[in-house]
């Protein structure tokens, strides 16, 4: 396999029967799935481009206003240099920007979900990446109907549970290799993602690639123009007791003719509200495939563990 077919999402819900069974096969499959006709305006994802190299090409300095050493990374600014991957000491060749949910006043989430930094320097920054973290929302909620439908749970089963997630969108830049980078250092080391689904519109450049599940050979993910790519994240395949996938994928540097190109994509990280108990479904559970997670977890006490371990959060916090 060199790539992922890209699948329909249809119009009307009433159509869904196909789309949810190639979706659920290519999650078993590959834990990926590559989507056509998502419905995400291109007016809107050409805008949040647009602010998010903007943001980028700023100085330094600027950028660095909006990091918080203490934020985990979650919100605002995390430099270049930051974040690696879990099981990973390099750190990965990146740089980007978190924008988090937009929570009603007085919401008791607000203790555990900061506010998103209001970006002064890029006009329409905040109103452009507001838009597309609320499109993408929509569009993950309607994906997660199909993923209930195909569990065999009533089609809105997840709705409670993502309904005040702790959802991010995330712009991502990797910077121009001009010069080689160090020994071992890739732009994003081989990892899984810890949330529910990712939504990712196809980057500018390549360089994705996924290793499912007890293949031997690496991926590349391709999403051609109009599509965009959809994974199962580590606390899907931990409800789901396994029977969906959170693959292993990472991003490789550039052919020497790329080298000189920056690399920009911005995946959105669906999650469950925090409180959410993240354990087996027991439709998932069988003599064939036995519970492999029996201590349930939060999705916020999960969130934590895996922020330690990819070295945003301090060990102890």
């Known amino acids: 396999m060199d790539s992922l077919k890209p699948i329909s999402l ?30 995400v305006d291109q007016s809107v994802i050409d805008k949040a481009y647009d602010v ?12 660095m206003q909006y990091f918080d050493p203490d934020g985990a990374g979650q919100r605002g600014y995390t430099p270049f240099g930051k974040e690696n991957a879990k099981g990973f000491a ?20 607000q203790a555990i979900m900061p506010e998103t930094p209001s970006v002064s320097e890029v006009p329409q920054f905040d109103e452009a990446t507001q838009g597309l973290f609320k499109a993408f929302d929509e569009l993950g909620l309607r994906i997660l109907r199909s993923v209930a439908s195909g569990l065999g749970l009533e089609r809105d089963w997840f709705a409670d549970k993502v309904r005040y997630g702790n959802s991010i969108l995330r712009l991502l830049h990797y910077p121009a290799q001009t010069t080689p980078p160090p020994e ?29 599940r007890g293949a031997k050979d690496w991926i590349s993910v391709h999403a ?4 965009l790519v959809i994974n199962v994240g580590d606390m899907l395949q931990r ?12 991003v490789v ?8 190109f920056s690399r920009y994509s911005m995946p959105y990280f669906l999650h469950f509200e925090p409180e959410v108990e993240i354990r087996s479904l027991p439709g998932c559970v069988s003599e064939d495939n036995p519970d492999h997670f029996p201590e349930p977890i939060t999705a916020n006490e999960y969130l934590l563990e895996r922020l330690r371990e990819i070295g945003l959060l301090k060990t102890g916090m």
Request: no cysteine; charged share 25%.
């Open 10 to 39: 249809p119009a009307s819900e009433a159509d869904d029967a196909a789309f949810t069974k190639a979706l659920m096969t290519s999650f078993m499959e590959t834990g990926f799935a590559v989507i056509a006709d998502h419905g």
């Open 52 to 63: 998010s190299r903007a943001y980028f090409e700023l100085p330094t300095e600027a950028k």
């Open 90 to 109: 390099a750190m990965d060749l990146k740089e980007f920007w978190h924008t988090g949910r937009e929570l009603p006043e007085g919401h008791p989430y």
């Open 184 to 212: 071992g250092s890739v732009r994003a080391a081989a990892h899984e993602d810890i949330n529910v689904i990712t939504l990712l519109l196809g980057a500018d450049e390549a360089g994705l690639q996924v290793l499912p």
């Open 224 to 227: 051609p123009p109009g599509t």
């Open 239 to 250: 409800m789901t007791n396994k029977v969906l996938q959170s693959t292993s994928h990472r």
């Open 253 to 260: 540097n550039p052919s020497p003719e790329r080298s000189r």
